[in-house]
């Protein structure tokens, strides 16, 4: 990688942001195939989000922003587009400005999330599927499960009142899907049971839903990226239930950037061959 | 190179900014010495320099810009401190934040041409120097050259009001220098001359003064770094007049960037062993 004066910058704005792996990820795919380009961290409090983001964007040379916590939803009113993924969810991954000057936005969690279950061969269509945790991610992921056609929609979230607001949400974007707010997290008689909570990410947390009670032949997914395997992973594997873990999820939406930053060679270069990804991201 | 999360980053903020140096030359010393920061461009229009520099600054990990035509002197205004040269040029290359959160710029062009001097074994101190242009470059070298001890200082410009302001200002700041206001270029009775001028940048422009006048013994430094050498330094060569080019201007002020934003150790290393800085920059 050799950054010069032509070199094409992007940032990824976060707080804290020393934990985004994004930087490595896309940088090694630059430098791969010769697109002289950068993706640099850039650690911006809240309050200063959307006056960072307005400037960063006016730089001739800065194409775009990605977007991770706490800005994914704060930097919507800066937007002039927002795709539906990300209208819905109210949050989006990246912004980039467009030849004409405006400033346009999208949400990638979701299409990754769908993109990996596609790669494990897990069916969604008319599937029943439970998604425990609406934070972003969580809401990101059920908009794309609604948008792919299951036939029932389950969130379960510890602030009801959120829940219910995103279920509401859901059910105007996606009228012929069953989306219910539960009452609690059990897991019985799901196809597809999502962990998009942070229960797991601290050591003597309770599992996001019980193993026991999950259908024989339903398969569970956990997003969270730290300590793999993960309780919920072990939990399930001990039951001969299947499980995978969130980084397919990540590296399923590379392409996806590379595209909607108009990268498309590399994009499609990725998609085809992902196995440079694939060393990166697959815990060890 | 590997940049993640962690990374700190600089900024060099041009307009254009596609035939800056500095990312090659100090992405390669931050590589060579394992430190995990990054210096990337950022063409911003004189319009937003203000805010754009504002807000990178508030960043938690962007530690300081560089700063580059035209933006050396519009940015004083956000500053909490200036260095004297750059007080006196009225011009910084360099800001960062300091730990109190303060922004604290300085001025390394007339540094970095003095030591320059200093490493091709030219006397400066009770010298008759000329300075022809006095835009940002030729005022920072003047600035050093009053401040090093010169006997006498001329100026020359085409705009002739702006040299005397300038020629006011090194007065008052060094009122021990000889600092007057040429009527013409004439080089005859200097032992130092420095073209800071653009004349050598188009095809067809004349020399900025005439070498056949240069006093026998003199030195001329021609700081343009386009097209090496230029006509003015062929036109030395052929009637044997000592002339340098400016490249190693900004080889030699490299140190003073990387102990101005606190990376004492590389600044160390590289003033000691300036091998790798010289192969990047020494033309071809």
Not at 55 to 66: H, K, P, T
Not at 84 to 113: K, M
Not at 140 to 161: P, T
Request: glycine content about 10%.
């Amino acid at each position: 990688m050799h950054i010069n004066g032509q070199t094409r910058v992007f940032m990824i704005l976060g707080d804290p942001v020393a934990q985004v792996l994004a930087p490595g990820l896309f940088n090694h795919l630059f430098a791969e195939h010769a697109v002289n380009a950068v993706l640099v961290p850039a650690q911006v409090a809240p309050r200063d989000v959307m006056a960072f983001a307005r400037q960063a964007l006016r730089a001739g040379n800065i194409d775009g922003l990605w977007l991770t916590i706490p800005h994914k939803t704060a930097i919507l009113p800066l937007l002039d587009r927002v795709d539906r993924l990300g209208r819905v969810a109210e949050a989006v991954n990246a912004v980039r400005r467009n030849a004409d000057g405006t400033l346009e936005g999208a949400l990638f969690d979701g299409i990754g999330f769908i993109k990996s279950l596609d790669h494990f061969g897990v069916a969604m269509q008319r599937a029943d599927a439970l998604v425990v945790g609406v934070g972003g991610a969580g809401v990101a992921i059920a908009a794309s499960l609604a948008e792919r056609g299951v036939a029932r929609l389950a969130l379960f979230d510890l602030d009801g009142s959120r829940c219910e607001a995103i279920g509401a949400r859901l059910r105007a974007a996606w009228p012929g899907v069953d989306v219910v707010v539960a009452e609690s997290s059990a897991a019985a008689g799901f196809d597809l049971l999502v962990n998009a909570s942070p229960l797991g990410l601290q050591a003597g947390d309770p599992l996001p839903f019980d193993p026991k009670q999950v259908t024989a032949g339903a398969t569970v997914v956990d997003i969270l990226m730290k300590d793999q395997p993960t309780a919920l992973l072990r939990a399930c594997a001990a039951r001969g239930v299947k499980a995978f873990p969130g980084h397919e999820m990540m590296l399923q939406q590379a392409p996806d950037y590379l595209a909607f930053f108009g990268l498309h060679d590399v994009a499609r270069a990725v998609a085809e061959d992902s196995s440079a990804l694939r060393r990166m991201l697959t815990p060890r």
